[in-house]
């Protein structure tokens, strides 16, 4: 998630461990700072672009690390406050506040490296946009709530916010799988396997959703709103570069992307040069996550370096579509 939204939501598990142990503003502090930590790991440059994107979200937000490193740091903090007889309080509000962070990534769609040393494999829901206001405004109010009230009603605050914050998580799932239903009503091919299904949801909200289908060669988009009425999903088709992934397949950085992306990538040629695109985030035809290989013949050179290209959606055109099909109404983005 954003880093707001990690910000408070430390902040809110922090407050609502202590409780009255300590002053609000210190639990507040400290709790946004762990909720921050992780993901300073994005100001680590892999010299690579593709390897920026597939280590990102890895031992930072480790729950085997994260929880190791909550020990020192809570040790630290409790004499940084002059509390040390508050260690072990001070440690369960540490530690929630660290591997929460991962968790709730966990139910974005880019893919979290929970169980690392075990296994570095990326775990994502994928019922959460990165960046949503009904998930965060909840965990804002409480903790502004808990520095500017009584120790009491201000506590009261964190931990309805926090609880709020939570079932709309829990809501999220939830839409989700009724989002997949609908979706699954007119799908694009016949007896499609469920790993070639993404279902996740539009920027900002969860009630419109936005469907990837993936074959060999093609891959199918489409959205539905959960106030569609039934109305069956409008797809449509793109070549997914078969030729261009049979040809570079064996390339490293082919393959991270292959699977760091669970499958759901395309490969283009323009300009002389070879491109890879996840399709999880984003939208046709602009990605987030769409990678210059360079030319053909020096792909598989040892020590080749990628660069990323985010091509930006136009946001005058994005911005008014997005809110009609949020609600169900029937219009075209292209």
């Known amino acids: ?31 946004g700072i762990a909720g921050t930590l992780p993901d300073l790991d994005a100001f680590i440059d892999h010299g690579d672009a593709i390897l920026n994107m597939v280590l990102h979200r890895s031992e930072s937000h ?33 530690w929630l506040a660290l591997i929460t962070h991962p968790l709730l990534d966990w139910f974005t769609v880019y893919g979290t490296q929970l169980l690392l040393p075990f296994t570095s494999f990326p775990y994502a829901v994928g019922s959460l946009f990165i960046i949503d206001p009904l998930y965060t405004l909840p965990l804002l109010v409480g903790v502004v709530a808990a520095l500017a009230m009584r ?44 790993g070639q299904v993404l279902v996740t949801p539009a920027p900002f909200n969860t009630l419109l959703w936005r469907a990837v289908v993936v074959t060999p060669t093609h891959y199918y988009e489409g959205y539905s709103s959960l106030l569609d009425g039934g109305r069956p999903v409008r797809w449509t088709q793109h070549p997914r570069g078969a030729p261009l992934y049979a040809q570079h397949q064996s390339s490293p950085l082919v393959k991270r992307v292959a699977n760091f992306s669970h499958g759901f990538f395309k490969m283009t040629e323009a300009g002389g040069n070879v491109y890879i695109t996840d399709l999880r985030m984003g939208n046709e035809p602009t990605y987030t996550f769409h990678f210059n290989l360079g030319p053909a013949e020096h792909i598989a050179q040892r020590g080749h370096v990628t660069t990323q290209q985010w091509q930006r959606p136009d ?20």
């Open 151 to 194: 120790q009491d009603r201000g506590l009261a605050w964190a931990r309805g916010g926090l609880a709020l914050s939570t079932a709309y998580i829990a809501w999220s799932v939830v839409a989700q799988h009724q989002a997949v239903q609908n979706i699954m009503a007119s799908p694009p091919e016949p007896h499609l396997a469920p």
């Open 315 to 334: 946001l005058a055109t994005a911005l008014p579509w997005l809110w009609q099909r949020m609600w169900g109404r029937d219009v075209s983005l292209h």
């Open 62 to 94: 480790s729950l085997f690390y994260l929880t190791v490193f909550s020990l020192p740091f809570a040790w630290a903090v409790s004499r940084l406050n002059g509390e040390p007889a508050l260690f072990r309080r001070w440690w369960l509000a540490l």
């Open 1 to 31: 998630m954003d880093s707001v939204s990690q910000l408070v939501l430390g902040a809110a598990v922090t407050l609502s461990t202590i409780g009255r142990r300590t002053a609000a503003w210190k639990a507040a502090l400290w709790g």
